[in-house]
């Protein structure tokens, strides 16, 4: 708003006039009947007032001593002609930092009022947002009244004269008034903030920030900010209208732009809002670091700026025919009406009232009304256009499933392309695996080559070594016998034939060769027992279903397996009496063999030579043969174990495993229908526990 100097109200020397208060409801606006000094230092006292008449008569009805950091002294003349009660003088405007009221009579001087904006509020001596104070002056009494005021923002002196009826019930007016408006924006705010939840719209947001700084402004502007809601709090209170300012023309423009998409109709909107940010913004920071009143200046200059150009926007845009901006047309031009009375008022165009005095706060209040009718026509334009795109979406979507049906035939005939490819693709997995599995089986094989060339070559070997003292024993043998058959002929040579008898060890001879035969007999044994083991493990039947002695089954692998438990290996068999297992032999001799032999080598790899225990054991639990092999090898994490069973998985050194050993004995366990268990901990040892029904053929016959 546009300021005017201190040289209006002071326009000349005079003495004044008396004031007479008569007991009337309200007398005033008193400007015209003081004399003002003004006080460029603001260090004079009431003393030095006293010894002094330079004072400068005033021409306004309401004194407008402009922006300044002088202090002002204004002297008056009161006359009590009211034969009841004392005057209440009333100086309506709450802006005031620094404010006293003297009373001097007969010689002595009485402070009626020490207070302002700066200094903390004493409720006792205030009861109101604005300068109400009662004067004790008697009936028919003469004083002269001292009023020192100081503001770091525009300064106006309204003074009225009041019975006490007439100020009680003006307070109770006011706050009844300013009750009615914050009720007014508080309802606002609720409103929209719970259409904000519904519809998640950013201007809505926007528009409650605005109506919370827009409030809050009208109550720092009327003193009910300083007297309610931040009493004490004198930094607050001291830049509180000027920050306020600011937000609410950052939040209204912000607002606007959404509202109305200022941007998209003018493309340097966001650089001149920017621009007058930057500039209030700087004022706000002005007055922070003391220099109120040119901070202040700016604020009001960069206000006034931004609220035309929102008015020239607003203009434009709704001459386009764009609904939302009609609204903010209607409602920016209510309140900019009332921002132009209450300047008006300001400048002595208009009286000073109470309407006045509160058009801002009016208009701002109707301004936030129409703005809600305006959001509210928004809701019913978001709604039309959510219909016409559900429409649209509805045609999108039939066209689209028209699309998909034509597209479903293409796809249809790529999916059986596709299938049979993947069909092909099984097939060559298929015959893959097939060809895994009889490489592991040729490695398994080969394997019992390996074990049956080394057991049946040592008893062949021992009878080879055996054959040439057999030889030689026998060669004895005849040649005691030829002597035998020489001595019986004649006779008298018999002494010769008992002395070769007793030269080659007759006795010892006979019994080399008892010897030499038992363990022959021994060597034949043993390689008969390999070779019926061998026959058991190999069985070439092994894919048909038929009756097998588990308990020989197992023998028969560990005897293949001979050179992996002879060294350091201890089996300890627990082989419980069981009845003859429908299975395929065969696939379980595979099985077996590939848990023995990991047992082997877990037991290997944490006892070398010594120490070793695989544990061989059977049992017949609820109709169902449970086998268990156990170890006391190096163990399992639980990492390894969760991956026990896939294919190529393996912990040896590469060369020493293919990783398919696991995978084909689950696949055997469930040929049988059965299940396998293992129980594992690092350093102690494994258990597996495979479990299959006793009869096969049977667990078939009830899958079927």
């Known amino acids: 708003m546009l300021l005017y100097t201190v040289a209006a109200a002071l326009p000349g020397q005079g003495t004044g006039t008396f004031i007479q208060y008569n007991g009337a409801d309200q007398t005033g606006p008193w400007g015209k009947d003081l004399l003002i000094k003004e006080d460029p230092a603001a260090n004079l006292q009431i ?50 930092d620094e404010l006293d009221i003297y009373v001097a009579s007969n010689g002595r001087i009485t402070q009626a009022l020490h207070g302002g904006d700066a200094r903390p509020v004493d409720h006792k001596d205030r009861n109101a947002p604005s300068y109400s104070y009662e004067l004790d002056v008697p009936y028919g009494g003469i004083v002269d009244v001292y009023i020192r005021a100081k503001s770091t923002k525009q300064l106006q002196l309204p003074i009225f004269l009041q019975n006490e009826r007439r100020s009680t019930v003006q307070k109770l007016n006011r706050n009844f008034f300013m009750g009615g408006y914050v009720a007014i924006m508080l309802v606002m705010v609720l409103y929209n903030f719970f259409i904000t939840i519904s519809l998640r719209e950013r201007s809505y947001y926007l528009y409650i920030l605005y109506l919370i700084s827009v409030c809050l402004t009208q109550v720092s502007f009327n003193g009910y900010g300083a007297f309610y809601f931040w009493p004490g709090q004198l930094w607050v209170n001291h830049h509180a209208s000027t920050t306020l300012t600011v937000l609410t023309m950052v939040f209204a423009c912000e607002f606007m732009q959404l509202f109305i998409s200022a941007d998209k109709y003018i493309r340097s909107f966001r650089k001149v809002k920017y621009a007058i940010y930057i500039v209030a913004i700087l004022g706000a920071a002005i007055c922070f670091f003391g220099l109120e009143q040119e901070g202040y200046q700016v604020i009001q200059a960069t206000s006034a700026s931004m609220a035309l150009y929102m008015l020239y926007v607003a203009i434009f845009i709704a001459l386009k025919r764009h609904r939302p901006a009609k609204y903010f047309l209607a409602a920016w031009a209510v309140f900019v009406t009332g921002i132009i009375v209450f300047v008006a008022k300001d400048w002595g165009l208009l009286p000073y009232n109470d309407l006045t005095k509160y058009m801002m706060t009016i208009g701002s209040s109707i301004e936030v009304v129409l703005l809600s009718f305006g959001l509210a026509d928004r809701i019913n334009e978001l709604r039309r256009e959510k219909d016409r795109s559900q429409a649209d979406a509805l045609r999108t979507a039939r066209e689209k499933e028209q699309f998909i049906r034509e597209q479903n035939t293409v796809l249809e005939q790529r999916v059986m392309e596709r299938t049979h490819a993947l069909q092909e693709s099984n097939d060559h997995l298929k015959l893959t695996q097939g060809q895994l599995v009889s490489a592991e089986k040729m490695a398994s094989l080969g394997q019992l080559t390996a074990g049956i060339a080394h057991e049946i070559n040592n008893p062949i070997n021992f009878i080879s070594s055996s054959i040439p003292p057999l030889k030689r024993d026998l060669n004895d043998l005849r040649e005691v016998l030829d002597a035998y058959r020489q001595a019986g002929k004649e006779l008298p040579s018999m002494a010769a034939a008992h002395a070769l008898e007793e ?24 390689t008969s027992e390999i070779v019926r083991g061998l026959r058991t493990f190999s069985r070439l039947d092994e894919d048909d279903l038929k009756e097998a002695d588990i308990n020989e089954c197992l023998r028969s692998t560990v005897v293949v397996l001979g050179p992996q438990f002879r060294n350091g ?37 944490r006892h070398g030579n010594t120490g070793g225990i695989v544990r061989v054991a059977t049992r017949m639990e609820d109709g169902e043969v449970e086998v268990i092999i156990a170890d006391n090898g190096i163990g399992m994490e639980e990492s390894v174990k969760a991956r026990l069973f896939e294919p190529f998985f393996t912990t040896k050194d590469v060369g020493e495993g293919t990783g398919l050993g696991l995978s084909i004995a689950q696949g055997i366990i469930e040929k049988h229908h059965g299940r396998i268990r293992v129980e594992s901990q690092p350093g102690i040892g494994t258990t597996f526990i495979i479990s299959f029904p006793a009869t096969v053929a049977g667990a078939l016959a009830k899958r079927a």
């Open 569 to 605: 290996i201890q089996v300890e068999y627990d082989l419980r009496e069981m009845p003859p297992v429908e299975c395929f032999p065969g696939k379980l001799n595979q099985l077996f063999m590939n848990l023995l032999n990991n047992a082997a080598h877990a037991v290997k790899m």
């Open 47 to 96: 003393g030095d007032l006293l010894a002094t008449d330079d004072y400068m008569s005033c021409r306004s009805v309401v004194p407008n001593l402009g922006l300044t950091r002088s202090a002002f002294w204004l002297k008056a003349t009161l006359v009590n002609a009211a034969s009841s009660g004392n005057p209440v003088m009333l100086i309506d405007y709450p802006e005031i």
């Open 503 to 526: 030269r080659i060890g007759l006795e010892d001879t006979i019994r080399e060769v008892e010897d030499i035969l038992g363990a022959m007999e021994h060597g034949t044994t043993r």
